[in-house]
């Protein structure tokens, strides 16, 4: 430990482990609900609810990001985005992130660095910080963030609730990250708006305690495709929900990158992974906020329909990948 | 999925992750402080203090544990124990622990059955529960857990409250389970006391609110090593710790193994990690329990003292591992 600042190319074997961890907590400022920071045995954050919403996600490099089209930068912002949005979907508004990190000695300073800057904006963009972690070697990088939120009075909105009669509704993009994906898998750098939609996702994160605000019955993070999701809310309740396909339309930017490449838009609206809107469920006679897109109705019977006809395999099997 | 229970020897890329993430949750019981468990895109737990305590460790398969030497339920209880002394160690009562494991697609569903079941052992020692986790594909198990933890009403006790004039005192074993790792290491399986200590830790979990009511000025969780974990306090206080040698007499168990090996019993004690012990800083004149054994003494200056004489390196430089 020196004066002098460190070179980010430097290695996180040659700084040691206090070493690195010095660097890393120098980039999370003290935030509002933190009542105690990094650097003792846990951190504590308020929980003014009396009750503390909580969940953790993990990314692994080559499975949910490449070092080679994700910039350290953009691997926290998605580590970040990916825990906050399942926070939200509880309708609660989040407080505090912690980050475990398992990367190779040989992984240089600055990329860590990055994945620190990358982690303190996103919870920054819900006014809350980083207050705890660990770091350790491992052979691939593996980053595990833990998310908390605060319920602020209302009950959780769990994926259980929807009613039959209810609308359906979703608030943010379907489809942009998984067409950024095929973009980057084609070996293609652009457009940047797709491309950038996979290496970092913009949840409407305040749509999440609006949801709750407003009633909603049902609510769900979608991270693994809208007909899974959905399929997943239609379990829990014991409903089915029934879309109309026409609410399903891409985007123009989907449709072209689609004819360009020889995909499949629909698939990527109604499959596509990780863009972290949410889909909810409301009361029939809400007047719902125009960020709100009406996608159908909460029906009697199981599982997913589009226009009324049954969807197969919607949240079945999932590759362990 | 299928009504007949899978075999163990069914690999997690066989069953896939919804499969995987169904036989986990199975394992992990409703437990009183969890409102909302696994299912949903977040746990709900109680936070009746108003502030949650919390703090995430990583175990790294080949660098925390290797497969050969510990159980999965080992591995289980490690992982659980290592968390749940940290939020111990701030003077809380654990309330919940969430889990995310990454491991490889060929890992035997009976090797994650046993994982859950050493999480939810240690967990049900302190009287909480699994709530929560995430699980993927990785080339090495890495296992990342969060745990919570309540207050009840008390002051976190942090590293830094440390007054000159304090008694210093350790409740739990020094030097256990670094003599267990010397023994596997040398190829050996016995003496059992040994390596179960380094299999799986027994930190006195109920001494650390114990030390909170008791009015401890600061208390540490020996994850590391006593003498680097002394220095943590005595750097976060402003203070100097000074322990007596006498105090530190390893237990014969050690001296007997350090003997047959060739190995140095007091090394262990002073340097040891793992074990999870607790070193606390108590005011001067107050009656400790008969577990909490006096080390020494808070005193003016800097760093750790062995009778009075500086002890070099205490808490430097960690190796990246």
């Not at 509704?169 to 950024?180: K, M, P, Q, T």
Request: proline share 6%; net charge negative.
């Amino acid at each position: 430990v020196t004066g002098t600042p460190l070179s980010g190319e430097t290695t996180l074997g040659e700084l040691g482990e206090l070493g690195v961890v010095a660097e890393v907590v120098a980039r999370f400022p003290a935030t509002s609900h933190a009542l105690l920071g990094p650097g003792d045995d846990a951190a504590v954050v308020a929980a003014p609810d009396g009750r503390v919403v909580v969940t953790t996600d993990v990314l692994v490099e080559g499975r949910h990001f490449r070092r080679d089209w994700s910039s350290a930068v953009d691997v926290g912002r998605k580590a970040a985005a990916q825990n906050l949005a399942d926070v939200v979907a509880m309708g609660a508004v989040p407080t505090a992130l912690l980050v475990a990190l398992a990367a190779p000695p040989t992984t240089p300073l600055a990329w860590v660095r990055g994945l620190a800057d990358g982690l303190r904006e996103e919870a920054a963009a819900v006014g809350c910080g980083v207050v705890g972690g660990d770091i350790t070697a491992a052979e691939t990088i593996v980053v595990a963030v833990t998310a908390l939120g605060d319920l602020a009075g209302l009950a959780p909105v769990t994926r259980a609730g929807a009613r039959v009669g209810d609308q359906v509704a979703v608030c943010g993009r379907l489809g942009w990250a998984e067409a950024g994906l095929a973009v980057l898998t084609r070996g293609f750098r652009s457009p940047r708006s797709l491309v950038d939609a996979h290496r970092r996702p913009s949840p409407p994160y305040d749509a999440g305690p609006e949801a709750a605000r407003l009633g909603a019955t049902a609510l769900i993070d979608v991270s693994d495709g809208l007909l899974s999701e959905a399929a997943h809310v239609a379990r829990a309740s014991g409903v089915r929900l029934d879309l109309r396909a026409a609410a399903l339309t891409p985007d123009d930017e989907l449709v072209a990158m689609a004819r360009a490449l020889g995909a499949d838009p629909d698939a990527w609206v109604r499959t596509g992974g990780d863009d972290h809107a949410l889909l909810g469920c409301f009361p029939p006679d809400l007047q719902l906020p125009a960020r709100w897109r009406a996608l159908g109705t909460v029906r009697d019977g199981a599982g997913v329909s589009l226009d009324g006809m049954p969807v197969d395999g919607a949240g079945g099997y999932r590759h362990y990948g």
